[in-house]
Nanobody
Framework: QVKLVESGGGLVQPGGSLRLSCEASGRTFSGFNVGWFRQAPGKEREFVAAIHWNGAIRFYADFVKARFTISRNSAETAIYLDMNNLDVEDSATYFC?????????????????WGQGSQVTVSS
């Protein structure tokens, strides 16, 4: 089990922006697919974005396209989720996940390493 730590969440107004970060304790993300998922109270955990282990292929949920961007730093020590034009519907706990199944990066079973989550609240 790899320990993942998310950071960067907080309270923002509608239309605002946030950058979430995900780091793996004591190691890099080399060789791992990494995804972002979110879960709002009373709702199922849903896919947000993912990046293939080689960094070349990225996936986005339809509702975040053109607003969110997933990326990694060159040292492969951090995965970022840049969120723009946030809406109240984006309020949720955001989870970072890593895995090596390489089957479907938009699905929960792809990942067996999960962070504890970072809260994002969008409110006026």
């Amino acid at each position: 089990q790899v320990k993942l730590v998310e950071s960067g969440g907080g309270l923002v107004q509608p239309g605002g922006s946030l950058r979430l970060s995900c780091e793996a304790s004591g190691r890099t993300f080399s060789g791992f697919n990494v995804g972002w998922f979110r879960q709002a109270p009373g709702k199922e955990r849903e896919f947000v974005a993912a990046i293939h282990w080689n960094g070349a292929i990225r996936f986005y949920a339809d509702f975040v396209k053109a607003r969110f961007t997933i990326s990694r730093n060159s040292a492969e020590t951090a995965i970022y989720l840049d969120m723009n034009n946030l809406d109240v519907e984006d309020s949720a706990t955001y989870f970072c996940a890593a895995g090596q199944r390489n089957s479907d990066l938009t699905k929960i079973p792809e990942y067996d390493n999960w962070g504890q989550g970072s809260q994002v609240t969008v409110s006026s």
